[in-house]
Nanobody, 124 residues
């Protein structure tokens, strides 16, 4: 399984970015796919998740109404649309996959596969 994250960059506060996570190596229909982020000096934190088969979505309270996670079955890709970005959103963003989800995990240890991370920097 490979996860390839992309789409990060430098954006001014109030701007938007869309991250992509291209998944390959197997069928992901039974997986939970998530985005985490890690700011300098902080632990990796859950951002959003999607149940691939059903499309149900889950968000950290800090990003509800601001970020949207989605997936494209045909492209085997998960997206994270980030709007109204603020400097506190600055972090390396990682996509992750849980291959045997009993529930939607919000802790990094619950995920089996990780992308390489993409840097998001929001300037004030």
């Amino acid at each position: 399984v490979q996860l390839q994250a992309s789409g990060g960059g430098l954006v001014q506060a109030g701007g938007s970015l869309r991250l992509s996570c291209a998944a390959s190596g197997r069928t992901f229909s039974s997986y939970v796919m998530s985005w985490f982020r890690q700011a300098p000096g902080k632990e990796r934190e859950f951002v959003a998740a999607i149940i691939w088969s059903a499309g149900n979505t889950y968000y950290a309270d800090s990003v509800k109404g601001q970020f949207t996670i989605s997936r494209d079955n045909a492209k085997n890709t998960v997206y994270l649309q980030m709007n109204i970005l603020i400097p506190e959103d600055t972090a390396v963003y990682y996509c992750a996959a849980d291959k045997n989800p009993a529930y939607v995990g919000v802790s990094a240890y619950e995920y089996d596969y990780w992308g390489q991370g993409t840097q998001v920097t929001v300037s004030s």
